[in-house]
């Protein structure tokens, strides 16, 4: 049973992986950013150069699409 949950779960993130290449360069670049570094917000924002607000828009957008496509 360890192997079919390890196997699933392999499955589920590569699915995400490949949703996140799909995405527009503006959303993946946040996204990336936040699961890769596990960053906050506002460190995302000055690392992208753009306002605490843009980035939480671009999360939540990029996360909307996220979960339509992997539904």
Do not use: F, M
Request: glycine share 2%; proline share 1%.
């Amino acid at each position: 049973k360890d192997v079919e949950k390890d196997y699933a779960r392999n499955e589920r993130a590569e699915r995400l992986r490949r949703a996140i290449c799909c995405l527009q360069p503006i959303l993946r670049n946040v996204v990336e950013i936040h699961q890769s570094n596990d960053r906050s917000v506002k460190e995302i924002a000055e690392l992208v150069g753009i306002s605490i607000a843009a980035t939480k828009s671009r999360l939540l957008r990029a996360r909307r699409i996220l979960r339509r496509t992997l539904g």
